[in-house]
Each structure stands twice: as structure tokens, then as C-alpha cells.
């Protein structure tokens, strides 16, 4: 009994301390223990005992795992090879994969969907080849796109302002209102639940039943603009009425808007200097990965190219074939260029040799390409688009040719 008491206390009250490194003791929880109460991010085994057919069941045990991992010091790891979560499925698992691949399929178009979670059982590993590293081919691409570089932005405020009260006088924003219904509940299972509709009533309007909140102060918590310029949006908007009627709505309408074109407007008037610092060599390691997403390689510092995705994969295909094209790399997830949006990871490095019709050398081309489901930037999400255009511009400044493409056939500039 004193046993069963200390490990309760331990797992329950003492949460830091079995979480810790010093602490030796190992456990296992159900999901259902962790309903309340307790958010644990580093899960990266999930072992299914019972038989469900519920997809929003599925998706909460998942999210127990998906989440970014916590180091010692309470920060996020970013590192893919970190945040792999294992699941150990039933049957049942089998409809809810296949159903989530086709929402990914009707969301982004068939060009940049994920491939299905792999066989964890299947590992496999992209050897490095350090003798490709020796090369001079790889040592000359290597010195032009290692530098990191620093940005600087410069925002039009009045031209932001303007942007801002034009998408703002389009939204649509609706009274707040309450609806009430009935219905008879005729049988219930942990699956679903059978309900008969009986009636209800008209929806009732709840415009101006609520305390206004400081706007402005809530907006520039969010958003961190000045105060005269969120006062400026608020003047010339057309939306007045909406800000008393549903305050809220209003106020993370705005927010919402402000965000996207602050970040249009710092991506548009950002400018990239090459600076001294720049990644080492010696960062390229074997990279562990499940066979499903590893293609041998033959022209590529690695043994086995990594992909994530169709595109990529025929991209990598496309390299092996071209005769031009001498030497690449599939640059790892460390690989990163600082952005206003968040960090961005490019995908291609390549060293491509023209010859003439003797067979002999008369160009030789070092390009970095980011492979997507379309060429066209326009059709990109916007995040997509605005870290692309980050990277054209850092790239630029390293006077290495940037291109988005989307088959092997786009690969010259």
C-alpha cells in the first residue's frame, strides 16, 4: 500500500520530478487519465488497446503525440528527427488513415500532400558520402550558399493603413445570435449519438447585449502597431456599426487582417546582406528515416535522397536522369533561412554543367530550386508565398539563382 501510494503521488502530484531526467522511473498512462489536467508534449509512442470506430476519438489520441517536443529548459524542439510520434494501431486505424489522406488530397491538390504515415518497422538511413563532400563540384556550391544573411524591413505605413481599411470594409461580420433547439435522444454509445429533431425557436439577436471591450489596447496587444496607426484603420473604416453590435468578432476580424497584410507589407520591403556567419560542413550527418520516404541516389552527397512528397520524389527522379546535372543535395532540415513569417527551409541545391556540341564545358550553374505542387506563386498558400519570396530574395543576395518549380522540366533558370 505504501508502495501504490508513493507511485501514485510520483505520477500525479510530482509531475516534474518523474518527467525529469534523474528520475528513473518508468510508466505507462492511459489516454483517458490525461483528459484534464495535465498537457504532456513529449509522447512519441501511442499504443491503441481498444477497438473505436469514432474518427474524433482517433484524433485526440493522436494529438496527444503531434505536438512539438519540450526540452529540459522548457523550449520548443524543432528537430524532425525529434518529433517522430510512433502509433501502434489496430484494424480499425486502417478507414481513418485512408480518409485523412483523402482530406490532405482534396485541401492541397495531389501535388504537395504528405505521404501515408510509414511502417515504423521499415528504418532506413541516408548515408553521407564524404567523399562526394571533397569534390570540387560540392566544396564551390558549398561556398556560395552557406552564409547566412541578415534582413532588414521597411514598412509603408500609410500604404498598410490603406490596405487594411479596404479588406476590413469587405468582411463580413454578423450579429451575434443564439438559436435554441430540441431534440429527443433515442440512443447513445461511445461512438455517436441518434437524436430526433423536435422544434425550436427563431434565432434571437444579441447585438449591443455586451460590455465593449478596449478595442484598440486588445488590437495592439495582438498585432503590435502604435496605437495612432490601429486608430487610424478604426476611423476609416466602414465597419463602425460592427464594432458595438459583435465587438468581438470585430476585433479579431481586424487582428486577423493586420496580420496578413503586415506580413505581405514586411515581405515586400524586406532587403537581405550577406553577413560572415554561415553554416559548417561538418552539420551533414546520416539521416535515419523510414524506407518509404528514401530513394536510392546516385549523384547526391547522400546515398538515399529524403522526400516528403510526390513532387519531391519525381524531382529527385528528374536529377538522377539529367546528364547536365553533376552533383545535389537535398538540403537538411538545419538548413534555414531567417524570415519576418518564421524560418524557412529550401529544398534543392544543384550543380548543372552546359556543354556544346564537342562535349566540352561551357557554363556551369549552381541553382537552388523549392520544389511545390505548382510553379505559380499565386496559387501557393500565402505563408507558402511569402516565405518563397523571403528566400528568393536571401538567395539573391548570395548571387545564387532561386527558382519555385514544380517538375524537372522547370529546372533552368
Given at each position: 500500500?505504501?508502495?501504490?501510494?508513493?507511485?501514485?503521488?510520483?505520477?500525479?502530484?510530482?509531475?516534474?520530478?518523474?518527467?525529469?531526467?534523474?528520475?528513473?522511473?518508468?510508466?505507462?498512462?492511459?489516454?483517458?487519465?490525461?483528459?484534464?489536467?495535465?498537457?504532456?508534449?513529449?509522447?512519441?509512442?501511442?499504443?491503441?488497446?481498444?477497438?473505436?470506430?469514432?474518427?474524433?476519438?482517433?484524433?485526440?489520441?493522436?494529438?496527444?503525440?503531434?505536438?512539438?517536443?519540450?526540452?529540459?529548459?522548457?523550449?520548443?524542439?524543432?528537430?524532425?528527427?525529434?518529433?517522430?510520434?510512433?502509433?501502434?494501431?489496430?484494424?480499425?486505424?486502417?478507414?481513418?488513415?485512408?480518409k485523412l489522406q483523402t482530406e490532405y488530397m482534396e485541401e492541397y491538390g495531389p501535388g504537395d500532400?504528405?505521404?501515408?504515415p510509414p511502417d515504423a518497422r521499415k528504418k532506413g538511413i541516408a548515408r553521407l558520402r564524404k567523399?562526394?563532400?571533397?569534390?570540387?563540384?560540392?566544396?564551390?556550391?558549398?561556398?556560395?550558399?552557406?552564409?547566412?544573411?541578415?534582413?532588414?524591413?521597411?514598412?509603408?505605413?500609410?500604404?498598410?493603413?490603406?490596405?487594411?481599411?479596404?479588406?476590413?470594409?469587405?468582411?463580413?461580420?454578423?450579429?451575434?445570435?443564439?438559436?435554441?433547439?430540441?431534440?429527443?435522444?433515442?440512443?447513445?454509445?461511445?461512438?455517436?449519438?441518434?437524436?430526433?429533431?423536435?422544434?425550436?425557436?427563431?434565432?434571437?439577436?444579441?447585438?449591443?447585449?455586451?460590455?465593449?471591450?478596449?478595442?484598440?489596447?486588445?488590437?495592439?496587444?495582438?498585432?503590435?502597431?502604435t496605437r495612432p496607426t490601429i486608430l487610424e484603420i478604426l476611423r476609416r473604416t466602414k465597419q463602425?456599426?460592427?464594432?458595438?453590435?459583435?465587438?468581438?468578432?470585430?476585433?479579431?476580424?481586424?487582428?486577423?487582417?493586420?496580420?496578413?497584410?503586415?506580413?505581405?507589407?514586411?515581405?515586400?520591403?524586406?532587403?537581405?546582406?550577406?553577413?560572415?556567419?554561415?553554416?559548417?560542413?561538418?552539420?551533414?550527418?546520416?539521416?535515419?528515416?523510414?524506407?518509404?520516404?528514401?530513394?536510392?541516389?546516385?549523384?547526391?552527397?547522400?546515398?538515399?535522397?529524403?522526400?516528403?512528397?510526390?513532387?519531391?520524389?519525381?524531382?529527385?527522379?528528374?536529377?538522377?536522369?539529367?546528364?547536365?546535372?553533376?552533383?545535389?543535395?537535398?538540403?537538411?532540415?538545419?538548413?534555414?533561412?531567417?524570415?519576418?513569417?518564421?524560418?524557412?527551409?529550401?529544398?534543392?541545391?544543384?550543380?548543372?554543367?552546359?556543354?556544346?556540341?564537342?562535349?566540352?564545358?561551357?557554363?556551369?550553374?549552381?541553382?537552388?530550386?523549392?520544389?511545390?505542387?505548382?510553379?505559380?506563386?499565386?496559387?501557393?498558400?500565402?505563408?507558402?508565398?511569402?516565405?518563397?519570396?523571403?528566400?528568393?530574395?536571401?538567395?539573391?543576395?548570395?548571387?545564387?539563382?532561386?527558382?519555385?518549380?514544380?517538375?524537372?522540366?522547370?529546372?533552368?533558370?
Amino acid at each position: 500500500m505504501e508502495n501504490d501510494k508513493a507511485a501514485f503521488d510520483l505520477i500525479m502530484r510530482d509531475k516534474e520530478r518523474l518527467l525529469s531526467f534523474s528520475e528513473p522511473t518508468c510508466f505507462i498512462f492511459s489516454h483517458s487519465a490525461l483528459r484534464e489536467g495535465w498537457d504532456n508534449p513529449n509522447v512519441f509512442i501511442i499504443c491503441t488497446l481498444n477497438q473505436t470506430a469514432s474518427n474524433i476519438k482517433k484524433r485526440q489520441e493522436i494529438g496527444r503525440g503531434v505536438r512539438l517536443a519540450v526540452n529540459q529548459e522548457g523550449e520548443r524542439m524543432r528537430d524532425e528527427q525529434v518529433n517522430i510520434l510512433t502509433v501502434v494501431a489496430n484494424e480499425s486505424y486502417k478507414d481513418y488513415v485512408s480518409k485523412l489522406q483523402t482530406e490532405y488530397m482534396e485541401e492541397y491538390g495531389p501535388g504537395d500532400v504528405p505521404p501515408p504515415p510509414p511502417d515504423a518497422r521499415k528504418k532506413g538511413i541516408a548515408r553521407l558520402r564524404k567523399e562526394y563532400m571533397l569534390t570540387p563540384e560540392f566544396k564551390e556550391l558549398w561556398e556560395k550558399i552557406k552564409h547566412k544573411t541578415r534582413y532588414a524591413v521597411k514598412v509603408d505605413t500609410k500604404r498598410l493603413i490603406d490596405d487594411c481599411v479596404k479588406e476590413l470594409d469587405k468582411a463580413v461580420i454578423r450579429s451575434p445570435q443564439i438559436v435554441i433547439q430540441k431534440a429527443q435522444v433515442d440512443m447513445i454509445d461511445e461512438n455517436n449519438i441518434q437524436a430526433r429533431y423536435i422544434g425550436g425557436g427563431a434565432a434571437e439577436d444579441l447585438s449591443g447585449r455586451y460590455p465593449l471591450p478596449n478595442i484598440v489596447e486588445w488590437i495592439k496587444d495582438e498585432t503590435k502597431l502604435t496605437r495612432p496607426t490601429i486608430l487610424e484603420i478604426l476611423r476609416r473604416t466602414k465597419q463602425k456599426d460592427a464594432a458595438v453590435k459583435n465587438p468581438h468578432e470585430f476585433a479579431t476580424t481586424v487582428i486577423r487582417i493586420i496580420k496578413e497584410k503586415l506580413a505581405d507589407h514586411l515581405v515586400n520591403g524586406i532587403q537581405y546582406t550577406k553577413i560572415e556567419d554561415c553554416y559548417l560542413m561538418e552539420l551533414f550527418q546520416d539521416i535515419e528515416k523510414n524506407q518509404q520516404y528514401l530513394i536510392p541516389a546516385e549523384k547526391s552527397i547522400y546515398d538515399h535522397v529524403v522526400y516528403d512528397s510526390d513532387v519531391e520524389r519525381q524531382f529527385a527522379e528528374g536529377l538522377e536522369s539529367r546528364k547536365d546535372v553533376k552533383l545535389y543535395v537535398k538540403l537538411p532540415s538545419w538548413f534555414k533561412v531567417s524570415t519576418p513569417v518564421g524560418e524557412y527551409n529550401p529544398d534543392w541545391a544543384i550543380v548543372v554543367e552546359e556543354v556544346n556540341q564537342f562535349g566540352e564545358v561551357t557554363n556551369k550553374l549552381h541553382l537552388v530550386r523549392e520544389t511545390k505542387g505548382t510553379s505559380n506563386r499565386s496559387e501557393l498558400t500565402p505563408q507558402e508565398r511569402r516565405k518563397v519570396d523571403c528566400g528568393e530574395k536571401h538567395f539573391e543576395a548570395l548571387g545564387v539563382n532561386y527558382k519555385v518549380v514544380a517538375s524537372i522540366d522547370e529546372l533552368l533558370p
